[in-house]
């Protein structure tokens, strides 16, 4: 009775017919984008809860006889409500999950060429979205205004100021000024809570518009089934009603998971890190900003020169030029890699030597930037670890690359192998 009262007034039959019939292919690993998404949603969801409560401001007050910041303040009565710090473990957790699962479906999509023709644009914004989600990461650290997270944002804000002849003018943007300042709360919060997620929000529609419009590619082995009609028709699950159904099943089993993480693995505490000091606490950022953090300490402290006026600095190398030459390298690889014709279906990453070879060798030189983080710890000079870095990556790229030539070869009786 209800649905057709609206089916009257919306025609949502034909909104059914037109897309909820789309199929959905079964491949386990096209759950890797609804990973992410589903924790998009969770993060919005507790991100709400949080922004009741949430004070953004430096102002002073009293909290436990003590005068404290009271955007540190607002985040300690947060955690002393029932399910206060579960929820914020939960948000925190979230972002860290969404993140790594938007690189992993960049790493599915690189490994079996899914990038080419059609689908560059939705590999510039899968890549868009992953920068963005870590600036929403980013933006989020400062907010509980602890003596870890105002330590942390300050090596951000000398990268900042590191950019050559408009590092001034991007600080005072991104920072509200000198950091820390009174405006520089307020401004993280706009941008974590609004500005950011309308970008994501924005990014996510994009994305599902043109995959809606091209389709997901398919396993090899699906093309000479007969259903495929000849590579015609996607082979899988209408969405309405089996893989809604999945999916909504997947999403309360993500967040079980979440919650279970939540309960018994803290984040920021930051009742033990304290309110700002001007002691520095010993800190390492979060997994995916540690790949900067590690390449930041391999650099010399010393190596500055100055081009067109303009200075470059370590924290300019490391902070700035580094992430940007890696994004535009991953931006450009499905120009530099393209196929003869469109590319429906998955290619088995064994049977591509070059690429796969040097997705493994670019796979371990950044896993070994995370290890170099950690050098203090592992009492590993800078030089050495720079070393181990470059043999190892380079060992990595050539002996993966060795098997997968003579593996190929021998596939194809000893025929040319890209």
């Not at 957790?93 to 699962?101: F, G, L, N, R």
């Not at 979205?129 to 400062?142: E, Q, S």
């Not at 590092?167 to 706009?190: C, E, H, K, Q």
């Amino acid at each position: 009775m209800i649905f057709k009262w609206l089916d009257e007034r919306l025609e949502l039959r034909k909104f059914k017919d037109k897309f909820l019939s789309k199929t959905f292919p079964t491949h386990p690993t096209f759950l890797l984008g609804e990973i992410a998404l589903f924790s998009f949603i969770i993060l919005i969801i507790t991100g709400i809860f949080l922004g009741f409560l949430y004070e953004p401001s430096t102002k002073m007050v009293p909290l436990f006889g003590a005068m404290v910041p009271s955007a540190y303040a607002s985040v300690v009565r947060i955690d002393l409500l029932p399910m206060g710090m579960i929820i914020r473990r939960i948000h925190h957790w979230s972002a860290m999950i969404m993140i790594a699962a938007i690189l992993v479906h960049l790493m599915r999509v690189y490994f079996t060429a899914s990038y080419r023709k059609p689908r560059e644009i939705n590999w510039l914004v899968g890549l868009s979205l992953w920068g963005i989600a870590m600036g929403a990461a980013f933006t989020g650290y400062l907010l509980p205004y602890s003596n870890f997270s105002v330590t942390a944002t300050s090596i951000a804000y000398y990268m900042a100021k590191s950019v050559p002849w408009i590092g001034d003018w991007i600080s005072r943007l991104l920072f509200a000024g000198d950091f820390p300042s009174s405006g520089t709360v307020p401004r993280f919060f706009f941008m974590h809570v609004m500005l950011i997620p309308i970008a994501l929000i924005g990014l996510i529609g994009l994305h599902m518009l043109i995959l809606v419009k091209q389709k997901h590619t398919e396993p090899l082995s699906n093309k000479n089934r007969k259903e495929a009609e000849g590579g015609k028709r996607l082979i899988g699950i209408p969405i309405w009603p089996e893989q809604a159904v999945i999916s909504l099943s997947f999403f309360f089993f993500l967040l079980f998971t979440v919650v279970l993480i939540a309960t018994y693995i803290p984040l920021n505490p930051i009742e033990t890190y304290g309110p700002p000091s001007p002691g520095t606490p010993v800190m390492r950022p979060d997994w995916y900003f540690l790949i900067v953090y590690g390449f930041l300490k391999l650099i010399p402290g010393n190596l500055s020169f100055s081009v067109l006026g303009g200075k470059i600095t370590p924290e300019t190398i490391g902070g700035v030029i580094f992430p940007t030459f890696t994004f535009v390298v991953f931006a450009l690889i499905p120009f530099l890699d393209r196929g003869k014709g469109p590319q429906n279906y998955i290619e088995n990453p064994l049977h591509r030597p070059f690429m796969t070879s040097f997705g493994i060798g670019g796979g371990i030189f950044l896993c070994m930037l995370v290890v170099a983080g950690y050098i203090d710890v592992l009492h590993i000079t800078p030089e050495a670890m720079t070393v181990y870095t470059i043999l190892s990556s380079l060992a990595a790229w050539g002996i993966s690359y060795t098997v997968l030539r003579l593996y190929n070869r021998k596939r194809m009786g000893g025929d040319n192998v890209r």
